[in-house]
């Protein structure tokens, strides 16, 4: 019955949709940017949207959330939306008001740009300020990464659309596995055990359970019940600390990222990529992460230079083959590239079209 009522479930999304947006459901007929940050969609009826695209923090105080929803009121008609990148979009029906929004906008120190031919803002997740299972932060370095990428985000002058994520640790809450370039944190030390603790803190038999990989075992340490890690079967998933805090996995010393290339999501030119690995560590170096921007900066720079016209970096890396790439982007090829996990036979290339080094 369509007039059922229930508090089963999220209500209906055509009750927050925009008037236009549920005249023309269905009927959009093409759209185009007339300027960096502004997509104009077009109906069958002739009737416009503009949407126009700020980035934002990612982790936003209600303070932020009101601003949004006042400037929203403002311009338009108290609509905007979220997009799955972290940026904030206001959906505008009047052309006249485009422009005092954007202007609006930049005043309160939220930027306008990430459409097109452009880098939008970068997903990420919580990092030290809020996981507890965390190899490095987010918040913090991709800040500094974009502090050094900002200008493609207000420009459309790249080859093509360029996405970067981040997770701060494999359990990869972020989009780091069909992302253009990807920063993943990384634990590289077995969980340190309590063993005086497991006892007082921790239930043995969920904590044994709560391994995906079966990397825990029952175990008696110093007249101690206890557990013991096979280092071999450990994924470093922090699944263990999450049930039993006297198995920390954090380690400042050790802890670091990895970054990752070549992902996509879009089907445009070719099919969507899974994400490889690039440089299998870099150092945590708070507060700005040299070493992580200096190497993101060169990825992208060099994607810029080589790049065709509406290529995305996997589609331009297999062209000109990942030996070159890895040359280009002056990176290190080591043992850490080479997948050995036990199905990684699954994903080889099998065809005689693998593309070698281009002279």
């Known amino acids: 019955m369509a007039d059922r009522l229930t508090d089963i479930g999220p209500p209906s999304h055509d009750k927050f949709l925009p008037p236009i947006i549920k005249e023309n459901y269905g009927k959009w007929k093409r759209h185009e940017i007339p300027r960096p940050g502004v997509l104009m969609h077009t109906s069958e009826s002739g009737q416009k949207l503009w949407s126009v695209r700020a980035a934002t923090p990612r982790i936003a105080s209600t303070k932020t959330i009101r601003l949004f929803a006042e400037i929203a009121d403002e311009f338009s008609g108290g609509y905007l939306r979220y997009t799955s990148r972290n940026n904030v979009e206001f959906l505008v029906t009047d052309e006249s008001k485009v422009a005092p929004l954007i202007e609006r906008c930049k005043k309160e120190g939220y930027p306008v740009g990430g459409i097109g031919n452009s880098i ?8 030290w300020v809020h996981c507890h299972s965390a190899a490095t932060d987010a918040s913090g370095v991709v800040k500094a990464i974009m502090d050094d990428l900002f200008p493609h985000f207000e420009a459309t002058e ?3 659309k360029m996405r970067i994520a981040f997770a701060c640790c494999l359990n990869m809450c972020g989009a780091v596995h069909c992302s253009d370039i990807a ?8 969980p340190a055990i309590q063993h005086d603790q497991m006892n007082k803190m921790c239930e043995i038999p969920t904590t044994v359970a709560s391994c995906p990989t079966g990397a825990i075992r029952p175990s008696t340490v110093d007249g101690n019940k206890s557990v013991e890690v096979i280092g071999d079967q450990c994924m470093f998933c922090a699944n263990c600390y999450t049930v039993c805090p006297a198995m920390t996995l954090n380690d400042a010393e050790n802890d670091g990222l990895s970054i990752w290339v070549g992902g996509k999501v879009s089907n445009a030119r070719s099919e969507p ?9 870099i150092p945590n170096e708070p507060p700005r992460w040299p070493s992580a921007v200096k190497t993101v900066k060169k990825i992208v720079d060099v994607w810029i230079a080589n790049a065709r016209k ?12 990942w030996p070159k790439f890895f040359e280009l982007a002056e990176i290190e090829f080591t043992k850490y590239h080479i997948d050995d996990f036990t199905h990684a036979g699954l994903t080889f290339k099998t065809s005689a ?7």
């Open 183 to 190: 920063l993943l944190g990384v634990h590289r030390r077995l």
């Open 273 to 281: 990529m899974f994400s490889k690995l690039a440089v299998p560590y």
């Open 120 to 127: 939008t803002n970068i997903v990420h997740t919580q990092g």
């Open 310 to 321: 509406y290529e995305r970096l996997g589609e331009m890396i297999n062209r000109i083959g």
């Open 353 to 359: 079209q693998v593309r070698q080094r281009a002279e």
């Open 158 to 160: 790249l080859p093509g």
